[in-house]
């Protein structure tokens, strides 16, 4: 039987992880969870009691996850790590997804949907900007003073820093939520030292650091027939800002449902907990399983 991971990021939200949780309860699946250490009040016990088929999996180390830091990629690898830990034989299939993510497919669909796969599925552009670039070619210092901190970024350029310029890398930019093979875990794994270099001092590397290093070693990456890469989830940018997607409620229902993607992001209480409530019934219903 091939068996997939679920690698969990969370940090607020937990009625969402309860949902999701018991949607991921599934004899094919280990599911392995990162609790910010910022939470102070987590039932620990309650949630590693929900799932009767999974085995759930807290990592032992709790990271302070900042945005835009380097604690984003030390949470993901810190993931990874334990999962593979875990069963060092490797799952078929690593899905790194948030707290706030649903299934929005059966399980026995996405087993199916896997079944003859053998690609990473991971969002990457083609043609990164230039500000891409200086996600991780610059020096993001976290200094307090706005002013300070802007004279610190802007004097790189004259003076020509760049952490690139003798790199072996190409800077490639796409999204952090992906679902990837065994291969592709085991060689971000393998060059966890590069990873963490690359992007100390970084600003949200975490939208970089696994395209950078999967495509270099040529990984088997996804593409359709368009050379377009895809990483299963449906994320509505069309209707969110610059830095946030779309939050989903109610009136989204049938739209996630005929998607072709697998999963969704992303959902919150305070918006609209109708949707999620929808989404839980109907995945329930679809894998046969009592609401």
């Known amino acids: 039987m091939d068996k997939h991971a679920y690698l969990i990021m969370a940090h607020n939200n937990f009625y969402i992880l309860e949902k999701l949780l018991l949607l991921l309860d599934d004899s094919r699946n280990d599911i392995f969870i990162h609790i910010d250490k910022k939470v102070k009040d987590f039932n620990f016990s309650y949630f590693n009691a929900l799932c009767l088929k999974s085995n759930i999996v807290f990592t032992k180390k709790r990271i302070n996850v900042k945005w835009g830091t380097q604690s984003q990629i030390k949470n993901e690898m810190n993931l990874f790590e334990t999962a593979y830990e875990y069963n060092p034989s490797g799952y078929k299939y690593y899905h790194l997804i948030s707290g706030v993510d649903l299934p929005i497919k059966s399980q026995d669909y996405i087993h199916s949907y896997f079944k003859d ?3 990473t599925y991971l969002y990457f552009t083609d ?3 230039i500000y891409d ?3 991780i070619s610059r020096y ?5 003073n706005k002013k ?6 802007i004097l790189q350029g004259k003076f020509n820093i760049d952490r690139l310029k003798r790199s072996k890398y190409e800077i490639k930019k796409g999204y952090n939520w992906a679902s990837l093979t065994s291969d592709a875990v085991k060689t971000l794994l ?3 030292k590069d990873i963490y270099n690359l992007t100390f001092c ?3 590397a975490d939208e970089v650091y696994k395209q950078i290093i999967l495509d270099f070693n040529n990984v088997n990456i996804y593409r359709n027939s368009e050379g377009k890469t895809d990483d299963l989830r449906y994320v509505d940018w069309e209707r969110g800002d610059a830095n946030h997607p779309h939050i989903f409620n109610k009136d989204d229902f049938d739209l996630l449902i005929n998607s072709d993607k697998l999963f969704a992001r992303k959902f919150d209480t305070q918006t609209d907990k109708e949707i999620i409530d929808n989404i839980f019934d109907y995945i329930m219903e679809k894998d ?3 609401v």
Not at 148 to 153: A, H, I, N, T, V
């Open 148 to 153: 300070l901190r802007d004279w610190f970024y």
């Open 190 to 192: 393998d060059n966890k």
């Open 288 to 290: 046969g399983r009592k």
């Open 133 to 135: 670039r200086q996600r």
């Open 117 to 119: 796969k053998n690609a």
């Open 127 to 129: 043609t990164p900007s």
């Open 140 to 144: 993001r210092v976290r200094i307090s």
């Open 202 to 204: 970084s600003l949200c």
